[in-house]
């Protein structure tokens, strides 16, 4: 499966991609050409690429299931108004 995007503006963006084979599952928010938060889970386990320091990857204790992508936008919709980034 390839990647969905859910657009904000043209150049801020939500990007899905599941790895199917792999039972991945990773989602960002991408604004201009980089990655500005995400959380993937990869093997079982989910971790967190934090606002202001994308390239971290930080353990995420608790899961986004059963909704991830619910989950997932709810997180990207505080950190928008939080940071004011629209």
Avoid: C
């Avoid at 386990?45 to 202001?52: A, G, K, L, T, V």
């Avoid at 986004?64 to 505080?78: C, D, G, I, N, Y």
């Amino acid at each position: 499966m390839t990647a969905t995007r859910l657009y904000i503006r043209e150049d801020f963006f939500i990007q899905v991609f599941p790895g199917e084979l792999s039972d991945s599952l990773y989602f960002a928010l991408i604004a201009g050409n980089q990655r500005i938060f995400g959380i993937d889970k990869e093997a079982g386990e989910w971790h967190i690429h934090p606002y202001r320091n994308p390239h971290e990857h930080e353990p995420l204790y608790e899961t986004l299931e059963p909704k991830p992508l619910a989950t997932f936008l709810s997180r990207v919709e505080k950190l928008i108004f939080e940071h004011e980034l629209l």
